[in-house]
């Protein structure tokens, strides 16, 4: 859902590296390769990054149709 604020395993911040990582993977790198160049070894903290899925825009757009739908309808949006 969020990015990943710290490691659940070990604490460490990991916040601060969301954007480059999501940035520099969207643009074709391996993420591999950017984990490495982000200072990101521990195999904890990769997982963090690795497996993080944000779908906040996805679930607004639902809200925004709902939102809609109630309107059309003469509900309470
Ligand atoms: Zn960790």
Redesign the pocket.
């Given at each position: 859902m969020m990015p990943p604020i710290r490691?659940?395993?070990?604490?460490?911040p990991l916040g601060h590296l969301w954007e480059e990582y999501k940035r520099r993977v969207m643009n074709g790198e391996p993420p591999e390769k950017v984990l490495d160049d982000l200072g990101v070894t521990?195999y904890?903290?990769r997982r963090?990054l690795l497996t993080s899925i944000t779908y906040i825009e996805e679930i607004a757009l639902y809200h925004t149709l709902k939102a809609k739908r109630l309107r059309a309808s003469g509900g309470v949006p």
């Open positions: 490691c659940f395993t070990c604490g460490a521990r904890c903290c963090m």
